[in-house]
């Protein structure tokens, strides 16, 4: 069986331009959606490199969105725009807006939006000079958490949340004979779930992880996977990720990014079964990407 493969140029003359050279970027998702997060007509450049091309995108309340394409699509980027973080980059901009419970993160105090939409990486980075609870911790000594009205958070209570949030990442029982230890000491899976303790901690209400699992192995992929499951009862999580298998097993809902283009935007079980855009179908099935 011989499979034709596409050069990106074909791929995005096949399934962005009608036979007019006209865009049509219809998108199905996110009409029906109850929105945490909207994204609006978002661009975003680094320098004269424009990588994100103007699209609408909105994040289910409650839910699991994967963002899924090929290297270099624009899913980092996407992100954090969502965050502010984009903006932190040097010759950085971006246009459009972004929305968290239709309020304008970009008219708000930045600090306080990275607060209340976390932020998780792709390679473990626990503070290495910081012990296992320091860490959890860090973040709410640097900026109180949502509940606390930057009021002074005493020790004892600071330790009762570091144990909370290690908990709730799935850690706590892993760590709990040695939390004084350094956060560089546990393993990448212990680490990274480290990390997503110190997210929490700040109380969140919105948890972007950017391929969480890329540097894990299987059985600590499982429990992130696992966890992602228990916190979308709490929070909106919106994960970039590789594997497909991930996105098939964890997601509610998954946006493809192809190019700076949203290309479809479904229900999980539509993208993976019945997708309507043939380069959709091309990148899940593995022919591409
Ligand atoms: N700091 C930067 N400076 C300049 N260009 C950048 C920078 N970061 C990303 N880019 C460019 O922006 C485009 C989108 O990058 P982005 O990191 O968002 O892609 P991605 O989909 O997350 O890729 P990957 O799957 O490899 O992580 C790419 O062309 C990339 O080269
Ligand atoms: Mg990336």
Redesign the pocket.
Known sequence: MSIKVYTQEENVNAELHSPEGVMVTEVSAGDDIEAKMHVKNLKAW??Q?Q?LNGFDFKVATNKITAII??????????I?CMNRMHEL?P??RMEGGVFLDGIDIYKEDSVEMRSRIGMVF?TPNPFPTMSVVDNAISGIKLRGRGKSDGKKIGKDELMGIGEEVLNMAGLWDEVKDDINKSGAALSGGQQQRLCIARALAVEPEVLLM??PCSALDPASTLKIEELMQELKKDYTIVV?T?NMQQAARVSDYTAF?YM?ELIEYQKTSVIFENPEKELTERYITGRFG
């Open positions: 680094f320098r490199k990588v394409g090929p290297s270099g699509c624009g899913k980092s980027t996407l954090r980059t010759g950085a792709q950017d391929e970039v590789h990014l700076g």
